[in-house]
């Protein structure tokens, strides 16, 4: 298929999301969905700097390869990503999309018709030198996630509310599936990937409490990665 990106913008709920609205909307890029999530920072961390639990906001938005290039120069020097607290914004190579309606929709909001891009066989084949790496796990267990991440040289994070939508009364290893489920979102370099991956299962797998599932996304690019090193 014609290549196209999702972009995945974090920033803060109450500072940034407005911010950040408004700079994918003036350069035609519709925000497609806003979800909430929380910063990973631990509360001994928090309340020894009198800070409270940050609130994040999760953009969502599908873009063509130049909107791609043009927003990753401007999120950095118009928006500032780069300064620490800022945020982070990442785009992952999307596979498929239902329908050339939905595609439409997608890239502006609209039922009008878009010249879709054709593919770019040599960018895609870059290897990717950053990977997300998302873990679903069982709410409250955020913690045990993040200590086992950080324990194999992850940063930051953003967590997300979630619901698991199996059946009720879903088993693994004995033990009840939680219907209400936690996503955790870290970017780390690909080299560091395995082991982050490797600590979570080990700490925090399907045979623990947490329950924790995790996978990980290719990222084409990435702006703003600094801010998750020392969230």
Known sequence: MSRLYLMITVTSRVA?????????????VPVIQTVLGRGTASDDILSTLGLEATEKAV????????????????????????????????????SSIGGKTAANYLLTGKSEDVELPENDTKEGS????????????NR?????????????GAGG???IHAR????????FFGMSIAEEREMILIVAPAEEKNAIMQAIMA??????????????????????LRTVEMD
């Open 16 to 28: 940034g999301a407005k911010r950040f609205l408004d700079f994918y909307q003036s350069n035609g």
């Open 59 to 94: 953009l969502f938005s599908v873009v063509t390869p130049e909107k791609k290039k043009l927003l990753l120069r401007e999120l950095v020097h118009t928006m500032k990503i780069t300064t620490p607290g800022r945020g982070i914004a990442m785009s992952v190579p999307m």
């Open 203 to 224: 700490k925090a797998g399907m045979e623990t409490k947490a329950q924790a599932v995790t996978y990980s996304l290719a990222i084409d690019d990435v702006a703003g």
């Open 126 to 137: 870059q290897m990717s030198a950053y990977q997300l790496i998302i873990t679903v796990a």
């Open 164 to 171: 698991s939508t199996g059946g009720s009364g879903e088993k």
């Open 140 to 152: 409250g267990y955020t913690d045990l996630v993040m200590e086992a991440a950080r324990s194999a």
């Open 157 to 159: 994070g953003t967590v």
